[in-house]
């Protein structure tokens, strides 16, 4: 089974990013049928994340699939919250690095 981890951070509040995961999870429950489980498993729908819980949320939940709902900034990266709610880039190589951790 795939466990799947789904990120939310919106700090511009120009989202509405309860749809979007609530279709996520739609279609994810949609996927089953009785003679045949589903592969997939959402494990986490983690809220306001902060670049830095980005490592603990790998190590926790061991997820083979992550889905990141925000801004992102083409390949400059992807935009997270600080403690204050406010706009905090998580650099492309400094994300890259971070799954390449993980990638096994």
Not at 14 to 27: P, Q, V
Not at 76 to 90: I, K, M, P, T
Request: hydrophobic share 40%; net charge negative; aromatic share 6%.
């Amino acid at each position: 089974m795939k466990k799947v981890v789904i990120l939310e951070s919106n700090p511009r509040k120009d989202l509405n990013l309860n749809i979007e995961i609530k279709n996520l999870e739609n279609i994810i429950e949609s996927s089953w049928k009785p003679d045949r489980p589903s592969q997939i498993q959402i494990v986490k729908a983690a809220l306001a994340v902060r670049p830095e819980d980005l490592h603990e949320i790998m190590l926790k939940y061991e997820p083979q699939i992550v889905h990141f709902c925000g801004h992102g900034t083409g390949k400059q990266g992807l935009v997270f919250q600080d403690d204050n709610g406010s706009e905090l880039l998580a650099s492309t190589d400094t994300l890259s690095n971070l799954f390449e951790l993980f990638k096994d």
